[in-house]
C-alpha cells in the first residue's frame, strides 16, 4: 500500500470560508443517510454509479479493485463502481478544494482512499461528509472503534470521518541468496552499508517510503516513538532531538548509491534498482510488496521480507465520503463491502493485492478465520502474527513536513 501526503494546502482557508454559506444551503435528503436503516440504505444504492479515486500506481491494486470488486459490487448490490487513478492523494484533495471553492455540490468523487496527512487536510477543510461509520454493519462487527489504530490517523482523530480499509507495516526487503543475515538495527545498517559501499540507498523524500524510512532512523537515533506522540509544536527543543538522525543520515551517506549524490526519486525506481541487482535492499510500507513482485518474476525467489528488532512503523488506510459525493447510498454500500471478510480475504492475497486486513481477528467466525488463516502469503511475506507483535505507532501529522524540509535542508543539500 502507497498513499502520499499532502502540502500547503491549508492557504486556500480563506477561500473556502468565503463560500461556506454557500455550502450549508446544499444539504439534501442524502443527509438523512447517516440515520436510515441500512435496508434503506441498501435500496437507494440499486443502480448508483460510484467513482472512487485513488492512487493507481499498483497493478495489483487496480487489479484487485477492477476484477473482483468491481463484478461483486454490480452483481450483489447493483452498483458501478468505477476505479479513478490519480498519481498521489495530494491530487484528490486538491480537487476537492477546488469543488468547494466553486460552490459545486453535486460532485466527480463519491469514495476517496487517503490517510495521514491528506486525511487531516481534508478534515481541516471540511472536504468529508460526515460520522458514517456507525452505520456499516461491517465496521459495526469486525472493528474494534476505540482501537487506537481506527480512533487516530497519524494523530489525528477519525470521528467517524473514514472506515478501516487495511493495514501497512514499513519492512525491509532483501535477497537471502546475497546476504544470509541482514542487518536489524539502525546500528547493524551502518555498519552493514559501509562493509557493502553502494548497495544501500533509499528514495528521496517526499516520496512516501523514502519519508518512512527517514522516521524509522528518527525512533531509533533520537531514543524510541514515546517522545514523539504529543504535537511537535509542544517540544521546544524539538530542532536538537531530531540532530542525531540528521548525522546518522548523513554518516552513512557517502557509502550509498552512487556516493549519495543522487537518491531513487520513487519506490518503484529503488526497486529496479534491486530487481537488476545494483543494490541489496529496498523496503517497503508494504509487508506484501516482497512476495507479489516474486509472483511477477520481478525479484529473485529467495528474496525475504524482515524487521527490525526495535519493531518498525504501522499505520492504517482508509476510505471516506467526500462532502459533496453525488451517489452517497452507492458509497456506503461500496465501502461495507469493501470491508466484508471475503472482501478483505481476497485483499489479503499476495495474488491480488497482500494487504493485511483492517478487521479484527477474534470478531470473525471460525469459518471466517480459517479463510483468512488459509491465505498464502508466500515465503517472502512474514506472518501477520510477527508483524502485530512488532509494529510502531506513526508520528502525527505535524511532524512529517517537518522532517521532510529538514532532509531537504540538512542532508539532500550538505
Request: net charge negative.
Given at each position: 500500500m502507497k498513499i502520499y501526503p499532502i502540502t500547503a494546502v491549508s492557504v486556500l482557508a480563506l477561500a473556502l470560508s468565503a463560500c461556506s454559506s454557500e455550502q450549508a444551503g446544499s444539504a439534501t435528503d442524502a443527509e438523512s443517510l447517516l440515520t436510515d436503516d441500512w435496508s434503506v440504505i441498501q435500496e437507494a444504492a440499486q443502480g448508483q454509479e460510484v467513482n472512487m479515486y485513488m492512487w493507481g500506481g499498483n497493478d495489483n491494486i487496480n487489479t484487485y479493485l477492477d476484477k473482483w470488486v468491481a463484478p461483486r459490487m454490480k452483481e450483489q448490490h447493483g452498483i458501478e463502481l468505477t476505479r479513478v487513478p490519480m498519481n498521489d492523494a495530494q491530487d484528490i484533495i486538491n480537487q476537492l478544494l477546488d469543488e468547494k471553492t466553486a460552490g459545486k455540490s453535486d460532485g466527480s468523487m463519491d469514495i476517496i482512499w487517503i490517510n495521514g496527512e491528506n486525511f487531516k487536510a481534508a478534515k481541516d477543510n471540511d472536504l468529508l461528509w460526515g460520522d458514517f461509520t456507525g452505520?456499516?454493519?461491517?465496521?459495526?462487527?469486525?472493528?474494534?472503534?476505540?482501537?487506537?489504530?481506527?480512533?487516530?490517523?497519524?494523530?489525528?482523530?477519525?470521528?467517524?470521518?473514514?472506515?478501516?480499509?487495511?493495514?501497512?507495516?514499513?519492512?525491509?526487503?532483501?535477497?537471502?541468496?546475497?546476504?544470509?543475515?541482514?542487518?536489524?538495527?539502525?546500528?547493524?545498517?551502518?555498519?552493514?552499508v559501509q562493509e557493502h559501499p553502494g548497495q544501500f540507498t533509499y528514495p528521496a523524500p517526499p516520496d512516501f517510503t523514502g519519508s518512512a524510512f527517514v522516521r524509522q532512523v528518527l525512533y531509533e537515533t533520537t531514543g524510541g516513538?514515546?517522545?514523539?506522540?504529543?504535537?511537535?509544536?509542544?517540544?521546544?527543543?524539538?530542532?536538537?532531538?531530531?540532530?542525531?538522525?540528521?548525522?546518522?543520515?548523513?554518516?552513512?551517506?557517502?557509502?550509498?548509491?552512487?556516493?549519495?549524490?543522487?537518491?531513487?526519486?520513487?519506490?518503484?525506481?529503488?526497486?529496479?534498482?534491486?530487481?537488476?541487482?545494483?543494490?541489496?535492499?529496498?523496503?517497503?510500507?508494504?509487508?506484501?510488496?516482497?512476495?507479489?513482485?516474486?509472483?511477477?518474476?520481478?525479484?529473485?525467489?529467495?528474496?525475504?521480507?524482515?524487521?527490525?528488532?526495535?519493531?518498525?512503523?504501522?499505520?492504517?488506510?482508509?476510505?471516506?465520503?467526500?462532502?459533496?459525493?453525488?451517489?452517497?447510498?452507492?458509497?456506503?454500500?461500496?465501502?461495507?463491502?469493501?470491508?466484508?471478510?471475503?472482501?478483505?480475504?481476497?485483499?489479503?492475497?499476495?495474488?491480488?493485492?497482500?494487504?493485511?486486513?483492517?478487521?479484527?481477528?477474534?470478531?470473525?467466525?471460525?469459518?471466517?478465520?480459517?479463510?483468512?488463516?488459509?491465505?498464502?502469503?508466500?515465503?517472502?511475506?512474514?506472518?501477520?502474527?510477527?508483524?502485530?507483535?512488532?509494529?510502531l505507532p506513526e508520528l502525527s501529522s505535524d511532524y512529517i513536513d517537518i522532517i521532510e524540509k529538514g532532509w531537504t535542508e540538512h542532508v539532500a543539500k550538505e
Amino acid at each position: 500500500m502507497k498513499i502520499y501526503p499532502i502540502t500547503a494546502v491549508s492557504v486556500l482557508a480563506l477561500a473556502l470560508s468565503a463560500c461556506s454559506s454557500e455550502q450549508a444551503g446544499s444539504a439534501t435528503d442524502a443527509e438523512s443517510l447517516l440515520t436510515d436503516d441500512w435496508s434503506v440504505i441498501q435500496e437507494a444504492a440499486q443502480g448508483q454509479e460510484v467513482n472512487m479515486y485513488m492512487w493507481g500506481g499498483n497493478d495489483n491494486i487496480n487489479t484487485y479493485l477492477d476484477k473482483w470488486v468491481a463484478p461483486r459490487m454490480k452483481e450483489q448490490h447493483g452498483i458501478e463502481l468505477t476505479r479513478v487513478p490519480m498519481n498521489d492523494a495530494q491530487d484528490i484533495i486538491n480537487q476537492l478544494l477546488d469543488e468547494k471553492t466553486a460552490g459545486k455540490s453535486d460532485g466527480s468523487m463519491d469514495i476517496i482512499w487517503i490517510n495521514g496527512e491528506n486525511f487531516k487536510a481534508a478534515k481541516d477543510n471540511d472536504l468529508l461528509w460526515g460520522d458514517f461509520t456507525g452505520q456499516l454493519p461491517n465496521f459495526n462487527d469486525y472493528i474494534d472503534a476505540d482501537a487506537p489504530e481506527v480512533s487516530q490517523d497519524f494523530g489525528e482523530p477519525v470521528e467517524g470521518l473514514e472506515a478501516p480499509w487495511g493495514k501497512a507495516q514499513f519492512v525491509f526487503v532483501h535477497d537471502e541468496s546475497k546476504h544470509e543475515t541482514p542487518p536489524k538495527s539502525m546500528a547493524e545498517l551502518a555498519d552493514w552499508v559501509q562493509e557493502h559501499p553502494g548497495q544501500f540507498t533509499y528514495p528521496a523524500p517526499p516520496d512516501f517510503t523514502g519519508s518512512a524510512f527517514v522516521r524509522q532512523v528518527l525512533y531509533e537515533t533520537t531514543g524510541g516513538h514515546e517522545q514523539y506522540q504529543q504535537p511537535a509544536a509542544e517540544i521546544e527543543d524539538l530542532e536538537q532531538r531530531l540532530e542525531p538522525m540528521w548525522q546518522y543520515l548523513n554518516s552513512i551517506e557517502p557509502y550509498l548509491w552512487r556516493e549519495g549524490e543522487t537518491y531513487p526519486e520513487s519506490l518503484a525506481k529503488q526497486d529496479q534498482l534491486f530487481a537488476s541487482g545494483e543494490i541489496g535492499m529496498t523496503m517497503s510500507y508494504d509487508p506484501a510488496l516482497a512476495a507479489s513482485e516474486v509472483l511477477k518474476g520481478r525479484f529473485p525467489e529467495s528474496t525475504r521480507t524482515y524487521l527490525l528488532d526495535g519493531g518498525t512503523l504501522a499505520n492504517t488506510h482508509f476510505l471516506s465520503i467526500p462532502f459533496n459525493a453525488s451517489d452517497k447510498a452507492g458509497a456506503l454500500v461500496a465501502i461495507n463491502e469493501l470491508m466484508s471478510p471475503e472482501a478483505q480475504t481476497a485483499k489479503l492475497s499476495p495474488e491480488n493485492w497482500g494487504d493485511l486486513t483492517a478487521l479484527e481477528l477474534e470478531k470473525l467466525s471460525p469459518e471466517q478465520q480459517q479463510a483468512m488463516n488459509e491465505v498464502n502469503l508466500g515465503e517472502a511475506t512474514l506472518s501477520i502474527e510477527e508483524l502485530e507483535q512488532n509494529r510502531l505507532p506513526e508520528l502525527s501529522s505535524d511532524y512529517i513536513d517537518i522532517i521532510e524540509k529538514g532532509w531537504t535542508e540538512h542532508v539532500a543539500k550538505e
